[in-house]
Structure formats: C-alpha cells, structure tokens
C-alpha cells in the first residue's frame, strides 16, 4: 500500500507560477492514548515506520528513488516502511512536532524550526563527491552579460529573480540574507528587483532560468549539479547554459531528522540501514550523493546563525 501527497514542486509545475508555501495546509492532530498523552514515536517493531520527505525536486523526478529506499528500509529495519512526499515545510514540521512521523527529510532551516519547538534531532547526512558540504548558488543563463553578482545587482530593477521555497535554506535565507546585507531584499512584496518569485523547487528554478523565463535564481549546489550530469547524459545543453554568479560558504547536507525521544537503539539500527545503501537511484535523487554518513546538532549552527539573523525560526 502506498500514499502519495500531491507535491509543491509538481502543483507549481502546473500552474507554471510561483508561490509561497500554504499556510492553510491541513496537518492531522496528535495522536493520543487513552490518558489523554501524544503517542511517541513508533519503537513497536510491527508497526508501520513512517517517513516524509520534503520535495526538492518534483514528485515525478523523485518518486523511483523513493520506491526504492521504502523496499531497502523494510528490509533492514524488519517492519513495514512507508515513504511519503509532504506538501509544504509546515507540513513535516508538524508532523515531527507531533510525533506523527518516525524520520524526515528536511532542508537545514526546516530541521532547525522543528529542533527549537520539539527538540527533534538530526542523525544522518549525505556526502556528495566525499564532501558533507553543499553551497547555495545564484545562477544565471550563459547569455547574459554578468560575470558576478555585483553585475546583476547594477540593473536589479531589470531582473526578474526566483527562490526556491520561502523555508528553503540553500533556495532561500542563505541568498536571501546576502541580499538583504546588502540593502536589496527583505520579502518577495519589498525588494529592489523587478519581480520575486518562490518557484517552489530547485529543478524548477533551473528550468525558469535555462528556458530564461527569469533572469536569475537561487538554487542548492548538489542539485544543480545532479541536475546536469542528469542533463549531460541526455545530450542536454543546462550546463552549457546556466553559470554561476554568486557562491555562498559552505553549508551542511540535508539532514535526516527523527523526534526527540526516538531511542538509541532505533537510532543505530536507522543509520545501519541508511549506511548501506548503494542504490544509485536513491543517492540521485539526494543531490546526487555518493553515501550516507552520520550527523547531529552541531554542524548546523552556522545555519542557526543566520536564520535567527532573518527572524525564520516560525513558521508563522
């Protein structure tokens, strides 16, 4: 049996429009005992371990990769695995808070909202090409005369520019606050550009500025990368087309997220399992990566830094 949530990334391909995440979006209520206490974080080995990931790319780009890590969890972890795509940050984040889901795919930011409200922990990583580390990159088309951001910035009022998500880190409050130091942005509704869009995804973002339907956006490093060599063996031109302006420092990979009061136990035997994939389906569609490795808390404060900076740790 499988469920599977209509995508951000994939609505917005629809519509072929921009937008922030939903903040009506329906998120079920804590489950409770008989005692009237929110049910904790599944340990029964005969109930079904549930996962969310949120959608970096679109449901279409994503969903063999995910097949294929819910047939190797279920076999590792002895229990039946279901892997859902969520529709929105606030979604998973909810979901998290309230014990509802066993483990999350979350971009930094995200993971760092649900840490402060529920103390939910970070515990895997992925390395791209041996690294941990990914950037957030402003990119452009080929065709365009800028040689940095600095150019671009000179005819801002010119550009038409696209984030990711509004709760992307990498697509969002990395550039975003770079802009913002800079005195060029502080919402999509008060900014110095000539338009600002959420795209809602990564890969659509590259699209909106290869096919030059926008003048520039923010993308994450991995996934434009994973994107191109994706291209490349399709006889595609995207890395001929799109180059890159603006470069951030180094950013820790996507965590993998579970509740604050999941055990040590599951913890390892989690990890174990994510340590063994070998699948080049599943490391694909994780920005291409090559393994998993372990994570936690600390290797996420410069994100913390700069979210607090932003005032971003709400999902108000």
């Avoid at 998120?27 to 079904?48: F, I, L, R, Y």
């Avoid at 449901?59 to 039946?80: I, S, W, Y």
């Avoid at 951030?248 to 009061?261: G, H, I, K, M, T």
């Avoid at 920005?287 to 372990?294: D, I, L, N």
């Amino acid at each position: 049996m499988k469920k599977w949530m209509m995508t951000l990334g994939m609505a917005l391909a629809l519509t072929a429009c921009g937008a922030a995440d939903d903040p009506d979006e329906v998120v079920q209520s804590p489950t409770v005992d008989e005692h009237g206490e929110e049910a904790p974080a599944t340990e029964n080995d005969d109930s079904v371990f549930e996962i969310a990931v949120i959608p970096s790319q679109s449901m279409g780009e994503m969903q063999t990769g995910l097949d294929n890590l819910e047939a190797h969890l279920t076999e590792r972890l002895g229990r039946e695995v279901v892997v859902e795509q969520y529709p929105n940050y606030n979604a998973v984040v909810e979901a998290i808070n309230y014990n509802h889901i066993d483990l999350a795919f979350l971009g930094p930011l995200t993971y760092l909202i649900a840490h402060e409200q529920s103390g939910a922990q970070a515990i895997i990583t992925q390395e791209v090409d041996g690294s941990p580390y990914y950037f957030s990159y402003i990119i452009t088309h080929n065709d365009r005369e800028w040689d940095d951001l600095d150019d671009m910035l000179e005819k801002r009022a010119d550009v038409d520019f696209a984030f990711a998500s509004i709760s992307s880190t990498s697509g969002h409050l990395i550039p975003g606050l770079h802009l913002r130091q800079l005195g060029f942005y502080e919402s999509e509704d008060d900014h110095e550009f000539k338009q600002i869009q959420f795209a809602g995804s990564h890969d659509i973002v590259t699209t909106l500025v290869q096919d030059q339907t926008v003048d520039a956006g923010a993308v994450d490093s991995a996934i434009l990368e994973a994107l191109m060599k994706e291209d490349d063996q399709n006889g595609g031109t995207m890395r001929e087309d799109i180059k890159v302006i603006w470069q951030s420092e180094e950013l820790y990979q996507y965590p993998w997220v579970v509740p604050a009061d999941m055990s040590d136990e599951l913890i390892a035997k989690v990890q174990e399992a994510f340590y063994e994939i070998a699948d080049e389906e599943i490391l694909r569609i994780f920005g291409g990566a090559t393994r998993f490795v372990e994570a936690d808390d600390s290797q996420y404060a410069d994100v913390l830094e700069a979210a607090r900076e932003f005032e971003m740790l709400s999902l108000d």
